[in-house]
Antibody, heavy 117, light 106 residues
């Protein structure tokens, strides 16, 4: 079955950096786009970024453009989100999801990120 | 940028039908995806309007769209249907989510 497991979250000070990882299993990873989505406490879903099958197609939301970098390693069945210049408002649960027909058809359980001094 | 609107909350009595509206410019021309998120859990894709995807829970769920409105209806509502429901589309290289609708069954 499809499984996505995020890691790398935690507490970081404003201005700091963090790298999230998402390991996939149960499907041919290189056949799918992957995406990151976050949810601030008590708020709705916010799309952040997606990456194409070979890493050649990438898009970012304006809120993270220039601060976050998405990448993938198909040999490791993994997608990453490098986050830098973190702000208090980046505090959220971060989800990776598989992209199918421009939806997130399977999601990980999420990893919390807290940006606080 | 493309925007989606949804009602903040809806309530429904057990056994009745609740309809969640998602509004966006010419949304009927897009593939609209609906997610269910129960408290403390990750979202689950429950329906896509223009693809064959429907989750195992979708037999009581139905979708429709016309013009600027897409809807997700839940028939014979159960307490287990209590959740936040989000609509989502793809537009101009981005994924766009609606603000979500909290459905209460009481």
């Amino acid at each position: 079955q499809v499984r996505l497991v995020e890691s790398g979250g935690g507490l970081v000070k404003p201005g700091g950096s963090l790298r999230l990882s998402c390991v996939a299993s149960g499907f041919t990873f290189s056949d799918f786009y992957m995406t990151w989505i976050r949810q601030a406490p008590g708020k709705g879903l916010e799309w952040l970024s997606y990456i194409g099958r070979s890493g050649g197609s990438i898009s970012y939301a304006d809120s993270v453009k220039g601060r976050f970098t998405i990448s993938r390693d198909n040999a490791a069945n993994s997608v990453y989100l490098q986050m830098s210049s973190l702000r208090v408002e980046d505090t959220a649960m971060y989800y990776c999801a598989r992209v199918q027909l421009w939806s997130g058809d399977f999601w990980g359980q999420g990893i919390p990120v807290t940006v606080s001094s | 940028s493309y925007e989606l609107t949804q009602p903040l909350s809806l309530s429904v009595a057990p056994g009745q039908t609740v309809t969640i509206i998602c509004e966006g410019n010419n949304i009927a021309n897009k593939n609209v995806h609906w997610y269910q998120q129960k408290s403390g859990q990750a979202p689950v894709l429950v329906f896509s309007t223009k693809s064959s995807h429907s989750s195992v829970i979708a037999e009581r769920f139905s979708v429709s769209e016309s013009g600027d409105t897409a809807t997700l209806s839940i028939s014979k509502a159960q307490v287990g249907d209590e959740a936040d429901y989000y609509c989502q589309v793809w537009d101009s290289g981005t994924l766009v989510f609606g603000p979500g609708t909290k459905v209460t069954v009481l």
